[in-house]
């Protein structure tokens, strides 16, 4: 991402830096951050940002903030705030980080003691790729401590400026974010999070911009929700224009230039960047090798499919991902490995090179911080790039990574409303549609086999998303493997296990088991009606909720079972009839039981509208996975009549 | 990636044999590889290392098959490094990279916020395959101790067609090895002075990385070793104990104003194991684990003056310090080593090596030995967890060493658990429940961290989640933590509601006689003490259909006593007792059996009709 900054040339001017009366100074503490012992909106907090600033102006073509953050530590629980990472990209001299100052205040006996580190205390770390960190770890602190930091990131790359994240791992009391742009820059902002977006940020200086937020609470992760990082509150920026000057011209030229004012304008800046080029339009030894590969079938759909499998298999996937490819495509296709953006680029360029529509896409997947798109060409917003296709007159998404993942489905942290295509014209956000039918079919048989044993026969299939989850990356040849997953580690009585699988048009896995109910004889019979169910035990635990339960994925269960009633037995008794939703109906769930003479049948389905459940119904959510658990666990009861 | 580092895992051939059927899974290779290594020991201590090797890489899924660490930092340096990469399908020569075209990054892991060493990295990317890896590599280490481990293989599915290594020394400062797995007599070359071992294989199995199984190696130890100066012998444990001795000694040196402070800190304590304790909870309060290694590959512990003035350290720094502390008391204490953590690496009493990563301290008393781990800032004294139990120690003395096993708390005391719950079963299938639980030994450190660590909320979460079963919401509660000597206890008091308790039918409610599972990590130790009291009363007329009377079941590896009372006005008392002991030496797929047998043994019902 950084190395596709473009090197730009500015007018200098002086700049006139305007202190901000009401930010916190180094050292001096008031009355009420001594007197804190507890965070009123997070009382079990164990340390809490009382304060923190980031102060940024421009110094040429060079962004200086000046970072001061102060933190309090309130429980033994929160000493591991006293030890500080602070990351930056270092390659070509891009970021820097400087005066640094650190220092503990703690009082003993009402005396203010202050221990600061020395320039020995701050330690510097490689990283890969290019990273460092400076690390560091106050020293002599205690409950009660005061611990404060302040340093200088310098930035040469300015097209994008680094997002400035409100939230903190612990309570954030104040946050602040100032800028100071100068009149021969322009800058576009991307505020995400209520709190931010609502901020005033105008001031009273003419080109002075400033986001406080104040009363933020700890981040913490929640079962079931991948993307919490989307519900942070963040500003970010992207250069809308600049000033320049060239004179080396005759008489010399000046002017401003605005840059990515259209979607359009971005997809060409990208377009020409050096390792994409080649993507979009191979060079003809590029071309002649990809068509050494020729892909099977008479129409547009197998053959993208042909291609898709071919690049799925043949090229692996390095783990790593971006919205920009890391190598070009001469390299991709000799090494034959790279990162998400390389492979998928290189199936691009497959298609391409076959007479096949295909572009790039751009999207912010789960968990990248940009939970709502804003529609405006702000690059920042995206992190990862798939390929759109449409063939046959019909739209594709692609994403090459996985050998196990059929064509036309993505991965779930990609299943985002938006994405960013990228056209020779018309470029902008379209919406994702991956339509499918994710769910599980369930058919249960008990009856009395020649033997008077009385077995269970159980097909369980499971379809589009739920196949693939339920796979996770396993083949139908690791039958153990799958049994597991399916059945747990040791199912009981077990007679006999199969699977079968289907990828088209479908991706569709197939278990066929059955089971004994061993010494079936007794006077008064239990029998649970389903051998298998989507959750074993009610995944929420928490009373409470911060964020929206993500199930991922909608989808739509129907199991049936047929008890057929063994000689000598009668149905005594069966669970009741049920029929429950959530409020807003996101989920629904049915129940029922019909007896006929020597059967017995009961139906169940569930089905989930919409993947994303609002914390605001969570309570109702909680009760209602409650009584879809328990309720498919409930048995049928069978009582003897007489020896058969 | 260094040869350390490689983990034990399993060959791949799966052989019948029943006389009759022989078949072999076969083990896919991405990389062909030939080398040679050559270790030279010299006569100052330092040891040369010169690596020949040829990749040949087929496969995308080898490339990092060729990736080579060279460690840089002031015991280890890098002299040269030269990798060509030729073209098997051409033969033109891709691109060649030298030492100085290496990247250099820091040494980083989970434990450290930082250690000064760093390598020199050397990743194969951005290559037409097939290709040809020609790699010399030569490296200098100032130091002899960590001689490490040689390993014909390298790599999961990597096939060796060879690999030598040829070790010399000088005799004087000796040499001693262990071989595991590999099957290779090495050649001895007496050469004066000078003895010339070396190691040749060829055709080496394919390993497979999804099976465990052990990995061919050679472990290599001195005699004769010296570290920055510092030299002793490793030929014994007392001799690599001595060398230890030299390290830390006068570290543990308490400045008289802080003296001062501990002597008034135990002024009141009645006997050594309350002295013990107070100081303890003294560092764990005060201190913060933090670890920063600096010095001599990270070896050498601060001085305990150091550690006072900035509050915190690494597990060598808080054991020095608590070794002064306690000497300051008049208690004496051993600094001892160990391979801390999940796997356990034996140590062998006849082949003494360095092969520790955690520092901490024994505590000889009258009658028992203390064991004080002091980077755990909440345990009781004395209880130091799971972290090191039941493994050998190197327990460094003031003149030597020996080994001793730490405590792998098999003893009831160490591992009981007991429930007991008051329900109120609602006319609606819900209920109420209000109850007790208290835990001893390794059940109750949970509570220690819950409490310290965790928000309201989270402990909540952890307590639905842990007692008793689905559908339960705690509304109220209350953790109380403290110990009986070095066992941590911890009682929990609570009440909330229960969703859907049991199942329902239309006729009937059926509930467990037990609500709490008996899960695998509540058996690390393999003992378990288990009793669960249950009481219930029921909006609902019910009358009991089928109950459990005086049940009593006696297994190889448990016992199970459960029986049922209902009084006249309806109330049901449920008694559970559960003794589980499985062997230690188990595998974890025989402990896995043994567990669902219990749970299936013990799962009994209540039956309760409705009336009408």
Redesign the interface.
């Given at each position: 991402m950084r190395k596709l900054i473009p090197f730009l040339f500015f007018l200098t001017f002086s700049i006139c830096s305007k202190a901000e009366a009401q930010d916190m100074k180094y050292g001096k503490y008031s009355q009420t951050e001594l007197e804190l012992t507890k965070v009123d909106f997070?009382?079990?907090?164990?340390s809490v940002v009382l304060e923190e600033n980031s102060f940024n102006q421009f110094l040429g073509a060079i962004q200086h903030s000046t970072i001061h953050r102060r933190i309090k530590i309130l429980k033994?629980?929160g000493?591991d705030a006293?030890?500080v990472?602070i990351s930056f990209y270092a390659g070509d001299g891009i970021q820097n980080i400087s005066k640094l100052n650190a220092q503990t205040v703690s009082f003993e006996n009402g005396i203010e003691k202050v221990t600061k580190l020395s320039k020995d205390d701050f330690?510097e770390?490689?990283?890969?790729d290019n990273y460092k960190e400076v690390?560091?770890?106050f020293?002599?602190?205690?409950v009660g401590s005061i611990i404060e930091y302040s340093y200088l990131k310098t930035d040469k790359g300015i097209t994008f400026l680094d997002n400035w994240v409100f939230h903190n791992p612990m309570p954030t009391l104040k946050s602040s974010y100032t800028i100071e742009v100068p009149s021969f820059l322009n800058y576009r902002f991307l505020a995400q999070g209520e709190k931010t977006q609502k901020c005033d940020y105008r001031t009273s200086y003419d080109g002075t911009y400033r986001w406080t937020v104040t009363n933020l609470s700890a981040i913490k992760s929640e079962p079931m929700m991948a993307n919490y990082q989307d519900y942070l509150e963040k500003i970010g920026f992207q250069l809308a224009g600049y000033a320049f000057s060239n004179l080396q011209t005759y008489g010399g030229t000046s002017g401003f230039k605005q840059t990515y004012t259209s979607w359009q304008e971005l997809t060409e800046s990208i377009s020409e960047f050096e390792l994409f080029v080649h993507y979009l339009k191979p060079n003809a030894g590029e071309k002649s090798q990809i068509l050494t590969f020729v892909p099977k079938g008479d129409t547009e759909t197998q053959k993208a499919k042909d291609i898709y499998n071919h690049v799925k298999e043949k090229?692996?996937y390095n783990g790593e991902f971006g919205p920009f490819p890391s190598?070009n495509l001469r390299?991709m296709?000799?090494?034959?490995?790279g990162q998400r953006a390389d492979i998928n680029l290189t199936l691009l360029a497959f298609l391409k090179s076959n007479g096949l529509m295909a572009y790039p896409m751009l999207i912010s997947s789960k968990g990248n911080g940009s939970s709502q798109l804003v529609d405006t060409p702000f690059i920042d917003q995206f992190n990862q790039l798939i390929v759109y296709t449409k063939v046959d007159d019909k739209e594709y998404f692609l994403d090459a990574t996985n050998p196990e993942r059929p064509f036309g489905y993505l991965p779930l942290n990609q299943h985002v409303a938006y994405g960013y295509i990228m056209k020779e014209k018309d470029s902008g956000l379209i919406p994702i549609s991956l339509p499918h039918r994710s769910g599980i079919v369930q058919m249960v048989n008990t009856k009395l086999d020649e033997n008077n044993q009385l077995i269970s026969e159980s097909t369980v299939r499971f379809s589009d998303y739920d196949a693939l989850t339920k796979m996770n990356g396993s083949t139908v040849d690791e039958v153990d493997t799958l049994k597991k997953y399916i059945l747990g580690?040791?199912p009981?009585n077990l007679l006999e296990f199969g699977v079968t699988e289907k990828t088209d048009p479908r991706k569709q896995l197939e278990a066929k088991f059955k089971y004994a109910f061993t010494d079936f004889d007794a006077e008064?019979a239990?029998i649970s009606p389903f051998s298998y169910t989507r959750w074993s035990?009610?995944p929420f635990?928490?009373?409470?909720r911060t964020f929206p339960v993500d199930f991922l994925y909608t989808f739509s269960d129907n199991y049936t079972s047929i008890i057929e009633v063994p000689k000598g037995y009668e149905v005594?008794?069966?669970?009741?009839d049920a029929n429950i939703t959530i409020p807003g109906g996101t989920a629904i769930f049915t129940y029922q039981v019909s007896q006929w003479e020597g059967q017995i049948k009961i139906t169940t389905s569930l089905n989930l509208k919409y993947p994303l459940v609002s914390p605001t119904v969570y309570s109702e959510l909680?009760?209602f996975m409650?009584?879809v658990?328990?309720k498919l666990?409930?048995?049928?009861?069978l009582k003897k009549t007489a020896n058969p | 990636m260094s040869i350390l580092s490689l983990r034990a895992i399993a060959v791949s051939a799966l052989i019948f044999i029943s006389g009759i059927c022989f078949s072999q899974e076969v083990v896919p290779h991405y990389s062909v590889l030939e080398k040679e290594d050559f270790i030279t020991l010299n006569p100052d201590y330092t040891v040369y290392q010169k690596s020949i090797l040829t990749i040949q890489i087929w496969d995308?899924?080898g490339?990092s098959h060729a990736n080579r660490v060279l460690y840089v930092d002031k015991l280890n340096k890098a002299i040269s490094f030269e990798a060509t990469v030729t073209s098997l399908a051409n033969n033109k020569v891709l691109k060649k990279v030298k030492l100085k075209d290496m990247?250099?990054?820091?040494v980083?892991d989970d434990v450290a916020?930082?250690q000064e060493d760093?390598k020199k990295v050397f990743r194969l990317?951005?290559?037409?395959?097939p290709v040809k890896v020609e790699i010399v590599e030569e490296a200098l280490s100032t130091s002899n101790m960590f001689m490490g481990v040689w390993y014909p293989i390298e790599y999961p599915n990597q096939k060796v067609n060879k690999a030598s290594v040829e070790i010399s020394y000088p005799n004087e400062l000796g040499m001693r090895y262990r071989v595991e797995a590999l099957d290779s007599i090495p050649t001895q070359v007496n050469n004066g002075n000078i003895t010339i071992l070396k190691w040749q294989t060829e055709n080496l199995p394919v390993l497979d990385a999804s099976k465990e199984t052990d990995w061919p190696n050679v472990q290599l130890a001195p005699n004769k070793f010296s570290l920055e100066g510092v030299t002793s012998t490793m030929e014994s444990w007392d001799g690599l104990g001595k060398f230890y001795s030299q390290l830390i000694d006068q570290k543990d040196e308490i400045p008289e104003d802080f003296k001062k402070e501990i002597f008034e800190m135990v002024q009141n304590a009645e006997d050594d194991y309350e002295k013990i304790s107070i100081l303890y909870q003294y560092l764990q309060?005060?201190y913060?684990y933090?670890a920063?290694f600096l010095g001599i590959g990270g070896w050498e512990p601060r001085y305990a003056s150091d550690v006072i003035?900035?509050?915190?350290g690494e597990c060598k720094a808080l054991t020095t310090l608590m070794k002064g502390m306690l000497k300051t008391v008049g208690i004496e204490s051993q600094y001892s080593l160990v391979f801390a953590g999940d796997v356990i690496r034996p140590l062998d009493p006849d082949f003494p090596i360095k092969n520790f990563n955690h520092a901490f301290l024994r505590v000889p008393l009258k009658d028992e030995v203390l064991w004080l781990e002091c980077t755990n800032?909440y345990l009781p004294a004395g209880f130091s967890g799971n972290f090191t139990k039941d493994r050998d120690a190197l327990v460094i003395t003031e003149n030597g060493g020996f080994l001793e096993r730490t405590p792998d708390y098999r003893e009831f005391k160490f591992n009981t658990l007991k429930n007991s719950y008051d329900i109120q079963l609602l006319e609606n299938g819900d209920g109420t429940f209000k109850g007790s639980s208290s835990f001893q030994g390794f059940p109750a450190m949970d509570f220690f961290a819950l409490n310290?660590?965790?928000?309201?909320?989270q402990r909540?979460?952890y307590l639905?989640?842990n007692i008793g079963g689905?559908?339960i919401?705690?509304k109220d509660y209350q953790i109380q933590t403290g110990n009986q000597r070095e066992v941590p206890i911890a009682t929990v008091t609570f009440d909330g509601n229960i969703?859907?308790f049991?199942?329902?039918?239309?006729?009937?409610i059926?509930f467990p006689t037990h609500l709490k599972k008996i899960e695998a990590d509540m058996l690390d130790n393999g003992l378990l003490n288990f009793q669960e009291e249950i009481t219930i009363k029921s909006d609902r007329k019910t009358e009991i259909?089928?109950g459990v009377s005086n049940i009593e079941i006696k297994e190889e590896h448990f016992s199970y006593f459960v029986d049922s009372q209902i009084s006249e006005d309806g109330i049901i008392t449920i008694s559970n007792r559960l003794e589980i002991n499985i062997p230690k030496e188990i595998s974890k797929d025989d402990k896995?059996?043994i567990i669902?047998q219990i749970n299936?043994q013990i799962q009994k019902?209540i039956?309760l009709k409705k009336s009408e």
């Open positions: 997070e009382p079990d907090a164990g033994e629980s000493l006293a030890n990472r330690f770390v490689e990283l890969d690390r560091f770890t020293k002599d602190v205690k090229y692996s190598k390299a296709l000799e090494s034959r490995k580690p040791s009981e008064t239990f035990e009610n635990q928490s009373e409470f005594d008794d069966y669970p009741e909680k009760y409650e009584l658990t328990t666990k409930e048995p049928v009861v | 995308s899924k490339l990247e250099e990054v820091s980083i916020l930082y760093k990317d951005g290559v037409p395959l309060k005060n913060r933090v920063i003035n900035t509050k915190y800032n310290k660590f965790l928000d309201d909320n909540k979460n639905n989640r689905s559908g919401i705690i969703q859907r049991g199942q329902q039918t239309t006729k009937r059926i259909e089928s896995a059996k669902a299936t019902n039956i």
